[in-house]
């Protein structure tokens, strides 16, 4: 079986009813582990070394958070910075993350209207974690599918519930 890690960044966690729950997803499945950012580095000292080792062990990767203005969460971004090393882009036959697969789960407050053409925000969320995605692929990480949560603080608990299923399920065929 695959070996699944959840990079998990939330910043303000405690305050997200819907993460709280869809982070749930992930529990009492043997090859999914989840490392949840803002616990691991408070400080924001991210220990590159073990991470790049970490990585290596696994063979897809699923980056969970919400957007924050627009974009990642500043640990997740710095993350994404320290760890991965640019080596690896010239080495992609050696690279320890050479062929991995990755998995986006993103939950956004506004709502899919929003971030339509004529939304507010005028483009779709996903426009938004373009630097991520870039930053997978050029690294050879492969990213399977990007699964956008809108109106997270607004979910009804059968809504919540649904994403929830998906999630697991997703989780557990990797």
């Known amino acids: ?43 924001f000292n991210i220990a590159a070394f073990k991470e ?8 897809t990767i699923i980056f969970h958070f919400p957007m ?18 640019m080596k690896w882009v010239s080495e992609q036959d050696s ?7 990755a998995y986006i789960v993103l939950t956004a407050g506004g709502s899919q209207t929003a971030f339509s053409p004529d939304g507010i925000y005028e483009n779709p969320a996903e426009d938004y974690i373009k630097t991520l995605v870039q930053s997978l692929k050029i ?8 699964i956008t949560i809108y109106n997270s603080d607004k979910l009804s608990q059968q809504e919540l519930n649904d994403y929830y ?10």
Do not use: C
């Not at 910043?11 to 803002?38: C, G, W």
């Not at 790049?52 to 063979?59: A, I, P, T």
């Not at 690279?95 to 697969?101: A, D, E, F, Q």
């Open 1 to 43: 079986m695959n070996k699944t890690l959840v990079i998990f960044a939330h910043p303000y966690f405690e305050h997200s009813k819907a993460n709280i729950r869809l982070i749930q997803a992930y529990q009492n499945i043997e090859h999914v582990t989840v490392r949840d950012l803002y616990e691991e580095y408070p400080d």
């Open 165 to 174: 299923q998906n999630i697991r399920k997703l989780a557990l065929n990797t």
């Open 52 to 59: 790049r080792k970490r990585l290596m062990v696994y063979d």
């Open 68 to 85: 924050i203005w627009f974009g990642m969460p500043p640990l997740l971004k710095l993350w994404i910075d320290e760890v991965f090393d």
């Open 139 to 146: 690294n050879n990480i492969s990213v399977e599918q990007v």
């Open 95 to 101: 690279s320890p993350v050479n062929g991995k697969k």
